[in-house]
């Protein structure tokens, strides 16, 4: 009974991981594709008539402006999920119950570092997550 409780706490802590991922990286990706169409419209689309000379591209500046704008809300992006609560947090470490096994607990996954996991503040949303499941998988 009590690898079957560690089990499903350790299946929902690995989806948990995996669902904030993927929201980090769908967020992410709306703000590339908001500056990937300012980008398109710094485009000329002007006909060239094949033999004559394609005009420089004139909006440079510009262009630099815009990814600069992204990657600077890139940078200031914060994770903003919804909390997962678990009835495992009254459960003692060997997985009996400490006090009433109805006690619910809050995972903040994305908002900081999750307990007994190593910090991955600077890897991209899909590593991760990748080290993260394996490691909920494995405990």
């Avoid at 009974?1 to 904030?20: C, G, I, P, V, W």
């Avoid at 992204?70 to 997985?95: C, F």
């Amino acid at each position: 009974m009590s690898d079957n409780r560690q089990t499903r706490q350790k299946l929902k802590e690995a989806y948990d991981l995996h669902f904030a991922a993927t929201i980090e990286r769908a967020e992410k990706q709306i703000i590339l594709a908001r500056y990937g169409r300012r980008l398109l419209n710094l485009l000329d689309d002007t006909p060239v008539v094949p033999g004559d000379v394609r005009q420089a591209f004139a909006n440079s500046n510009e262009a630099r402006q815009v990814l600069s704008d992204a990657e600077q809300e890139l940078q200031q992006w914060q994770p903003n999920l919804e909390p997962i609560h678990t009835n495992a947090g009254g459960l003692g470490t060997n997985l009996m119950p400490t006090d009433d096994i109805t006690t619910t607990a809050t995972s903040e996954v994305g908002a900081g570092e999750r307990e007994n996991s190593p910090p991955h503040h600077n890897k991209p949303a899909a590593e991760a997550q990748g080290t993260h499941l394996e490691q909920a998988i494995a405990s």
